[in-house]
Nanobody
Framework: QAQLVESGGGLVQPGGSLRLSCAAS????????MGWYRQAPGKQRERVAV???????NYDDSVKGRFTLSRNNVKNTVYLQMNSLKPEDTAVYYC?????????WGQGTQVTVSS
């Protein structure tokens, strides 16, 4: 088990940027995979971007070229840089850390893209 604390959400205009942070209570390399999911109202939670402990990242087609994962192992933090935001990116974003099939989730942070 691990605690994950997200931050960085907010209201932004279309075309703007935000950076989400996910601080873990333990070494992020303990996990097999870490990443971000999102859930819009009335929709199922969907995977946005993930990165393995070995550094292989994978992005959903809808965010490729706009979102970038990075991590700071000293701070035990994973980041999601979101550029060129669109209204359809509006959702609650959740940090996930998985090890041997066991998921840990953060509390979520709201991202709203609107003019």
């Amino acid at each position: 088990q691990a605690q994950l604390v997200e931050s960085g959400g907010g209201l932004v205009q279309p075309g703007g940027s935000l950076r989400l942070s996910c601080a873990a209570s333990r070494n992020i390399f303990d996990f097999d995979v870490m990443g971000w999911y999102r859930q819009a109202p009335g929709k199922q939670r969907e995977r946005v971007a993930v990165i393995t402990s070995g550094g292989v990242s994978n992005y959903d087609d809808s965010v490729k070229g706009r979102f970038t994962l990075s991590r700071n192992n000293v701070k035990n933090t994973v980041y999601l840089q979101m550029n060129s935001l669109k209204p359809e990116d509006t959702a609650v974003y959740y940090c996930n850390a998985a090890k041997r099939g066991v998921d840990n989730w953060g509390q979520g942070t709201q991202v709203t893209v609107s003019s």
